[in-house]
């Protein structure tokens, strides 16, 4: 049997990092999916799908995101029950996710100091065209 979900949303809010008490990290957040039609009014609407991740990606996941970051969530799909405080059972289902990716670049606020990025020297800057032989090129 497969159970594989992959989602692509942007969070709705800052990770919320805890810690068991064994010290092992566990995350939840929320994911705004858009859904791929419109309304009847013409306006996109979205799923809002819960999550949890744990470990060591747990913390990378809240260090390296916030909120509204456009994030690629890849893991399973969970159900669980508990009952509450009255005593009253409730159903929860979630993504347990088990790989992220960064969709987005920092905002130059953000930058990075670790990474240094070089200028693509392939870029075309301005309207000024790129002059390349045509018998330099391998192919």
């Known amino acids: 049997m497969i159970n594989r979900v992959v989602l692509i949303g942007r969070l709705t809010k800052d990770v919320e990092v805890r810690y068991t008490q064994s010290g092992v990290a566990v995350g939840t957040f929320s994911l705004a999916v858009n859904r791929p039609f419109t309304n009847a009014s013409g306006e996109r609407e979205a799923d809002f799908i819960n999550g949890v991740i744990w470990r060591k990606s747990a913390e990378n996941f809240a260090n390296f995101t916030h909120k509204g ?5 890849e893991g399973q799909l969970q159900t669980r029950n ?5 005593g009253k059972r409730v159903y929860v289902t979630e993504v347990v996710a088990d790989n992220f990716s960064l969709l987005e670049k920092k905002s130059d606020g953000q930058q990075s100091t670790a990474k240094i990025q070089e200028p693509d020297p392939f870029a075309n800057q301005g309207n000024k065209p790129i002059d390349i032989d045509p018998n330099d090129l391998p192919f």
Not at 69 to 73: S, Y
Not at 82 to 86: A, F, L, P, Q
């Open 69 to 73: 970051a456009l994030v690629a969530i």
């Open 82 to 86: 508990y009952e509450d405080g009255n």
